[in-house]
């Protein structure tokens, strides 16, 4: 048990907060409180049930789980101690769970928050005559019940994001990662059509407490089991794929980029004053188009255009264009949350190698740019693939003469609206991210971060409450609104860059995790 205990303990040291300072974990957990009461005010059904709060802290806890897993799994496999770990006395098994059980006390500590958030969005639902209040037996049945079935399903979701080494590196699996990514999304897109169909169902006895703690009964004497399976599973193959990575192809991909880059060097004029910038900028994307050569990248990069396009045909064939929308948001607002992630991540990643990118003759706003460019350009090009996709399925529509012009012209007039916002929301918020920097100047900053680090995560919600109110009442969009936010936003976003560049160098003078801070920049 004491191995078991110091492997987790390694683990869970990656990410603790508590490296950042003595106080910043208890911050971080109240601003995630008021963070997300904040937001469960400005959602439109917290008012048809004393469910609701409870039933969006489930969703919730499930993406955010099982992102931070998968997260966790990819960085495990190109981090540069993945050999020493695997290199440890003990089963491929043994050490995997040793990371299920870091993440699940990690996702325990997001649990305490958002369920504190969800009882004080109740109390104050409640407050405000949204509806009846239960008794006091009832409201604590209906917390137990609740709590209950999120503990079952945490283990399920950390496995689920572990496993998926299984498809970045087995190619037999190759086709199952599209399946494995609609997983993630699923129950929200559910609840999304089926709260969207009938108000009822919040009430309906599916999510009542009773079947709620059959469903999590039903997770402990299934799921759980299958659960230890599956690790066995990703332990056997993904462990073993990630032990047994390409490392000479990796090589030689990487001397093929050098060498590309190098040839550039020798430009004139404009093209040669861009040179440095531009190498920079292909140094960070080269692993990007490395990871797109994958077979399961490739394959995803054929299905999903191909399913959004049948989607689109099929929707507005049956005048269902609402429905199109509520399957295509979430997706744009998925890229936008990975977007932010994968910045989050970059930060990070780039302090161990910052002494060098600063050696190179470039400005620290040109190399805090080419890093930002690179998450920018590559979420981009995702959001427009959907856009095209969807795009071309209506055209077919029309030309076969499933839609008339006006449902069509209506429907495109949303997906662009939704397009646009989604591009708005992905700069400001990675332009938001770089005050990261300035938060190792001043520790009062840390209590600004940590809402912007979630703005990401919880775009699709504050979107979803703002900026789409007319669509299911048949109004147009409102491009107006999406002008004046614009108007706002992006200043307050690009001001953040040359804030960020000026501190960009303090990484070195104050490594993440120690408590003394530098006075001056």
Same mark, same amino acid.
């Given at each position: 048990m004491s191995l078991m205990k110091t492997l987790v303990n390694l683990e869970y040291s990656r990410y603790s907060l508590s490296r950042r300072g003595k106080h910043y974990s208890l911050l971080a957990a109240l601003a995630i409180i008021f963070l997300l009461f904040m937001t469960g005010l400005n959602l439109e059904r917290i008012r048809v049930s004393e469910r609701v709060p409870f039933i969006y802290a489930s969703l919730l806890l499930w993406s955010v789980v099982t992102a931070l897993?998968?997260?966790?799994?990819?960085? *495990?496999m190109n981090r540069s101690q993945r050999d020493w770990i695997l290199s440890f006395?003990? @089963?491929?098994l043994k050490l995997l769970y040793a990371q299920l059980f870091s993440l699940l006390r990690h996702s325990l500590n997001i649990t305490l928050a958002v369920l504190a958030a969800a009882v004080i969005l109740y109390y104050y639902s409640v407050r405000e005559d949204w509806y009846q209040p239960l008794t006091a037996p009832g409201f604590l049945y209906q917390l137990s019940a609740y709590t209950l079935f999120i503990l079952a399903f945490l283990p399920l979701a950390v496995a689920l994001g572990l496993g998926v080494s299984l498809f970045l590196r087995s190619r037999l699996s190759a086709l199952l990662l599209f399946p494995y990514l609609m997983i993630w999304i699923l129950p929200f897109?559910?609840?999304s059509a089926l709260g969207a169909a009938n108000q009822d169902f919040y009430t309906s006895a599916p999510v009542s407490s009773g079947r709620v703690l059959l469903a999590a009964l039903a997770l402990c004497l299934a799921g759980w089991p299958l659960c230890h399976l599956f690790m066995k599973l990703i332990a056997g193959k993904g462990m073993n794929a990630a032990a047994t990575?390409?490392?000479p192809s990796a090589h030689r991909s990487g @001397?093929?980029?050098? @060498?590309?880059? #190098?040839?550039?060097?020798?430009?004139?004029?404009a093209a040669g004053r861009l040179t440095p910038y531009l190498l920079l900028y292909r140094l960070h994307i080269s692993r990007v188009h490395r990871i797109e050569k994958h077979l399961a990248i490739r394959i995803l990069k054929l299905i999903v255009p191909l399913l959004i396009a049948a989607v689109a045909y099929f929707g507005f064939a049956l005048e269902e264009e609402v429905v199109i929308l509520d399957f295509i948001k979430p997706l744009f607002s998925m890229l936008v949350m990975l977007g932010s992630i994968w910045m989050t991540l970059r930060t990070g990643i780039e302090r161990k190698h910052l002494s060098w990118l600063l050696s190179f003759p470039q400005s620290r706003l040109a190399l805090l740019l080419s890093g930002i460019a690179v998450v920018w350009t590559t979420v981009m090009r995702a959001l427009s693939v959907l856009m095209l996709s969807a795009c071309a399925g209506s055209v077919t529509a029309l030309l076969a003469g499933r839609t008339g012009m006006e449902e069509w012209s209506h429907g495109i007039a949303w997906l662009l609206y939704s397009y646009l916002l989604s591009a708005l929301a992905l700069t400001v918020v990675l332009g938001l991210l770089q005050i990261?920097?300035?938060t190792l100047k001043s520790r009062v900053l840390n209590i600004i971060m940590l809402p912007v680090a979630l703005l990401g995560p919880l775009n699709g919600f504050v979107l979803n409450r703002f900026m789409y109110s007319g669509l299911h009442s048949g109004a147009?969009?409102? *491009?107006? #609104? #999406?002008? #004046?936010t614009a108007l706002i936003a992006l200043p307050l976003a690009l001001c953040c860059l040359p804030a960020g560049a000026a501190c960009y160098h303090l990484s070195l003078i104050q490594p993440a995790g120690k408590k003394t801070w530098p006075k001056e920049a």
């Open positions: 897993s998968a997260l966790q799994m990819v960085t *495990f006395p003990h @089963s491929r897109m559910a609840e990575a390409d490392r @001397s093929r980029t050098a @060498s590309r880059t #190098l040839r550039i060097k020798s430009g004139r004029g990261e920097y300035c147009a969009p409102d *491009f107006g #609104l #999406l002008g #004046l």
